[in-house]
């Protein structure tokens, strides 16, 4: 393996062990509360997309669902497991095609671009993750939805996730753009990275 595909095996170690683990040890106080869902699993995988692209974060997020899957259902209902904890997270490969722009216009210090790709695609992600977990899949299975789609949980979970993600990934963006931009990254040329790794 050379160093690029070494530093995206580590980077989807790093985003799959934050999100399962946030998802678990905080699942109590954040997952559901009074109504309302924040899957935060969500928000190192859309910093894995924008860092390495959309392959990269839906490998992650399929090894992420199935962990997630094993410890909830325990082995015995892989349907749920696939459908539940699986697909909704393969949503998070939309912010891969954010990707080149964000790492492009955060390279040039265009930062409201930067905002805006990183704003978009934690919006497209998370909407993509409510309505399938919540809509698409139980109205394909029969089952029943922790949130419907009409009623407001379901809106301001979003909301909230969506915002709280955006706010993440854009202090990452001012704070520490290393986090986004690899030291090799396809999106940038050789030159463009170390410009800005030498800042």
């Avoid at 998070?92 to 990707?99: P, Y």
């Avoid at 390279?107 to 977990?133: H, P, Q």
Wanted: aromatic share 10%; proline share 3%; net charge positive.
């Amino acid at each position: 393996m050379n160093k690029r595909s070494i530093r995206v095996v580590i980077d989807m170690l790093i985003a799959i062990a934050i999100g399962v683990s946030a998802h678990q040890l905080l699942g109590m106080l954040l997952a559901t509360f009074n109504g309302y869902i924040f899957p935060i699993i969500l928000i190192p995988l859309i910093w894995l997309a924008l860092r390495h692209g959309a392959s990269t974060a839906i490998v992650a997020a399929a090894i992420a669902g199935l962990i997630n899957g094993l410890i909830e259902f325990h082995f015995t209902e892989w349907i749920n497991i696939i459908l539940y904890d699986i697909l909704p997270l393969l949503a998070s490969g939309l912010a891969g095609f954010f990707a080149k722009y964000t790492q492009k216009t955060l390279n040039n210090r265009r930062l409201n671009s930067t905002y805006l790709n990183i704003t978009t695609a934690s919006l497209l992600v998370i909407l993509g993750y409510f309505v399938l977990k919540f809509f698409i899949v139980p109205m394909g299975t029969g089952g029943l939805t922790e949130l419907d789609i009409m009623g407001s949980g379901f809106w301001i979970s979003f909301g909230i996730t969506t915002i709280l993600a955006a706010v993440i990934l854009c202090t990452i963006a001012k704070t520490m753009p290393r986090w986004l931009i690899p030291a090799r990254s396809k999106y940038l040329s050789r030159k463009e990275t170390s410009s800005l790794l030498n800042d």
